[in-house]
């Protein structure tokens, strides 16, 4: 097989997605071997870009820095730009940072680290890690410096990582700086912001990038309105959503299953039922069918409502279509049978939900204590904690503040005291409704 006929065959395996790390090695070892001529650095590129994307990266990433010690030991292939950028990726993926570095400089000595795309994947790892101070060291001194200019990629990577910093005084600085270098920011540059804004809940201001953008001749696309939707239901101004969901329809932008999800969730939480029914009846004629998420919206609403035989169904339905509850599916329907009085259906749920391999959170038992101490089995809600504390799963504010009222209603004051302390010697601050709970004899007590 000729050098050329071999390359073509190892980017067809590699995209073939059947690849192992022997036949990989196998493959890497025959080109190497090959002189007349040499091959190019494209097919070790395609190699070491399916071995980083292969499960379980940890095991065999030594594997990859081996073969590319013995590509650079040849003298006849060099790495270029894409090479350091797939073996800096899979330094951020098994948190190798220092290594990282070490391909950096060596990178910059060779000549590929004028590149913004070798600098790129670092940013991005050290962004993650929650590293915005380094990663702004480098995009607006560093990379300069070397004689490297940064590209929208970069300034992207980290507007993302002061926006989930909730810097966004330094986002914005951000944005104008980029302009004043003569970089155009794009859709995903103005997305990034709008999101931070709204996760913020400054719409207006959201509002007001938004503008900007459309009057720059950018097109929102569907993330953009996701992030002003999802403020919007959280503010309870659900018909602004509503409004916005059609002004994105009517610009030619398809509602994805999130966008559905979001407003589903919304209509039900302002008792919207028939209408979040409407909409999930949309959605699946849109050809997108309801998620987990979508389900348990609609069930919080239901059991809200005390219409509990229906999220009953509701569940019955979602396994019969091949969907899989998760743990707040089942603490939603856990905690409507519970604010039912139904505790031995509750139970019930709670132990298939076990059987499932589900572990119960803080919200699960916290529903279940506040039963058992509403129907006076005080000693019940008792054993329930430690079992819940045996499990790993820590008690918050509401679990101790349930358990104090349960002791107080049933006379057990010194016991509610003991458990007032208990849960302050845990770092925990008594809210107002915990010393309600606690009653004025005990408050005075303390006093």
Request: charge should be neutral; include cysteine.
């Amino acid at each position: 097989m000729g050098t050329r006929q071999l390359e073509l065959f190892v980017r067809e395996r590699c995209r073939s997605g059947t690849l192992t790390v022997t036949e990989a090695r196998h493959l890497f070892d025959w080109l190497l071997a090959i002189r007349d001529p040499a091959p190019t650095i494209y097919p070790f590129n395609h190699l070491f870009t399916t071995l980083v994307h292969m499960n379980n990266l940890t095991n065999h990433y030594p594997t990859i820095f081996s073969l590319f010690n013995q590509l650079t030991q040849t003298n006849q292939i060099s790495p270029n730009v894409y090479t350091y950028n797939i073996l800096i990726n899979c330094c951020m993926r098994v948190d190798r940072i220092g290594l990282a570095f070490v391909l950096l400089g060596r990178a910059l000595k060779e000549g590929p680290g004028s590149n913004p795309g070798v600098f790129n994947p670092l940013l991005k790892g050290l962004c993650k890690d929650s590293r915005i101070h380094e990663a702004a060291a480098i995009v607006l001194d560093k990379m300069p410096k070397l004689g490297c200019t940064p590209d929208l990629f970069s300034y992207n990577t980290l507007m993302n990582g002061i926006c989930k910093m909730g810097q966004i005084d330094k986002a914005e600085e951000l944005l104008d700086y980029m302009v004043s270098k003569g970089l155009q920011p794009d859709v995903v540059t103005y997305t990034t912001l709008i999101d931070g804004l709204c996760k913020k809940g400054l719409l207006d201001k959201a509002t007001q990038i938004l503008q900007c953008m459309i009057s720059k001749g950018l097109e929102p696309n569907v993330v953009t309105y996701i992030a002003l939707m999802n403020v919007l239901c959280k503010k309870g101004e659900i018909e602004k959503a509503e409004e916005l969901l059609d002004f994105m329809v009517s610009k030619g932008v398809q509602p994805d299953i999130v966008t559905y999800s979001i407003l589903i969730d919304g209509l039900c939480k302002k008792g919207l039922l028939d209408k979040a029914n409407q909409m999930v009846q949309c959605m699946i004629s849109e050809g997108l069918e309801p998620n987990i998420v979508t389900y348990s919206a609609v069930m919080d609403a239901l059991c809200k409502k005390g219409e509990i035989g229906k999220p009953e169904e509701l569940l019955d339905y979602m396994v019969s279509e091949g969907l899989e509850p998760n743990i707040v599916t089942y603490t939603t329907l856990i905690d409507g049978l519970c604010k039912k009085g139904l505790l031995d259906k509750a139970t019930q749920i709670l132990q298939c939900m076990i059987t499932k391999g589900l572990e119960p959170n803080v919200v699960t038992y916290s529903a279940l204590m506040d039963m058992l101490c509403k129907t006076g089995e005080i000693e019940k809600a008792e054993e329930l904690l430690d079992f819940m504390v045996s499990k790993g799963v820590q008690p918050e504010i509401v679990t101790y503040t349930i358990l104090i009222g349960g002791l107080r209603k049933k006379g057990l004051l010194d016991k509610a005291e003991q458990m007032l302390q208990c849960m302050i010697s845990k770092g925990l601050e008594p809210n107002v409704v915990t010393y309600n709970a606690l009653g004025c004899t005990v408050q005075t007590k303390r006093n």
